[in-house]
C-alpha cells in the first residue's frame, strides 16, 4: 500500500494516494519500520492538498476549512501513536502547518506534544524546538514566550541556548525591519497621494 500511495503522489494522484496511505496506517502498527514513512508521504500530500485548498479529498471528519484539517490531522496522528509521538512526525506536521500559514495550529499542537514529554525524552527533540522558537512563535509576535521557553529550558544545553536565542532575536530584528519597511512604503503612497491631489 505505502509504494502504491508512493507511486500515485508521484503521479500526482493525490486523492488517491491520500486513500492509499490512509489505508497502509490502519494495517500497520506502530512499531512497523514502515510507520514513520507512511505518515511522512501522508504529511506530504496532506499539504499538497492542503495548499490548494483541496481538503475535502483528504477524507477528514468535520473538516471545513484548512485550520480544521490541520487541526484532525494532529489528532490522527496523536491517536495513531498512542506511546509518545515519533518527534520526527512532530517536525514533519510542524513543517506542513507552517507552510501553510496556520501557526496558531502549530503552537497549539507544539505546545501539546512539550507537555506530553516526560523529563528524560530528548532524542531529536531540538529540532522541534528550532521550529516552536525559531518559526511559530515570531510568527504569532510572541518573542517574550520564545525568549521564556529557551531560559527556562532544562533538556537544552547552554551552547543550544545561546544559538536559539540569536536566532530568535535575528528574526524578531528582520521582522521589526519588514514592518518599518511596510510603514514607510505607507507613508509614501499617502505622500504621493496628497502630492497629486495638490496638482
Known amino acids: 500500500?505505502?509504494?502504491?500511495?508512493?507511486?500515485?503522489?508521484?503521479?500526482?494522484?493525490?486523492?488517491?494516494?491520500?486513500?492509499?496511505?490512509?489505508?497502509?496506517?490502519?494495517?500497520?502498527?506502530?512499531?512497523?519500520?514502515?510507520?514513520?514513512n507512511v505518515w511522512t508521504l501522508y504529511l506530504n500530500i496532506a499539504c499538497t492538498l492542503l495548499s490548494s485548498h483541496s481538503h475535502t479529498l483528504l477524507n477528514l471528519p468535520n473538516t471545513t476549512?484548512?485550520?480544521?484539517s490541520c487541526q484532525s490531522i494532529w489528532q490522527k496522528l496523536v491517536q495513531d501513536n498512542p506511546h509518545q509521538v515519533d518527534p520526527k512526525l512532530i517536525s514533519a506536521y510542524l513543517v506542513m502547518v507552517i507552510k501553510l500559514?496556520?501557526?496558531?495550529?502549530?503552537?497549539?499542537?507544539?505546545?501539546?506534544?512539550?507537555?506530553?514529554?516526560?523529563?528524560?525524552?530528548?532524542?531529536?527533540?531540538?529540532?522541534?524546538?528550532?521550529?516552536?522558537?525559531?518559526c511559530i512563535l515570531p510568527a504569532v509576535?510572541?518573542?517574550?514566550?520564545?525568549?521564556?521557553?529557551?531560559?527556562?529550558?532544562?533538556?537544552?544545553?547552554?551552547?543550544?541556548?545561546?544559538?536559539?536565542?540569536?536566532?530568535?532575536?535575528?528574526?524578531?530584528?528582520r521582522n521589526e525591519l519588514e514592518e518599518k519597511e511596510r510603514q514607510e512604503r505607507e507613508l509614501q503612497q499617502q505622500r504621493e497621494l496628497q502630492e497629486k491631489e495638490l496638482q
Open 141 to 173: 509576535g510572541d518573542y517574550e514566550s520564545a525568549h521564556v521557553f529557551l531560559e527556562y529550558n532544562t533538556m537544552l544545553n547552554d551552547m543550544k541556548k545561546k544559538k536559539e536565542e540569536e536566532e530568535k532575536e535575528k528574526e524578531r530584528k
Open 1 to 36: 500500500l505505502y509504494d502504491r500511495a508512493l507511486r500515485n503522489f508521484l503521479l500526482k494522484k493525490h486523492k488517491q494516494a491520500a486513500v492509499n496511505c490512509e489505508k497502509a496506517l490502519e494495517a500497520l502498527a506502530e512499531d512497523d519500520s514502515l510507520h514513520l
Open 65 to 68: 476549512s484548512v485550520t480544521s
Open 101 to 134: 500559514k496556520e501557526y496558531k495550529v502549530a503552537r497549539d499542537c507544539a505546545e501539546a506534544w512539550f507537555a506530553s514529554l516526560s523529563d528524560d525524552v530528548k532524542g531529536e527533540y531540538e529540532q522541534v524546538i528550532e521550529l516552536y522558537v525559531g
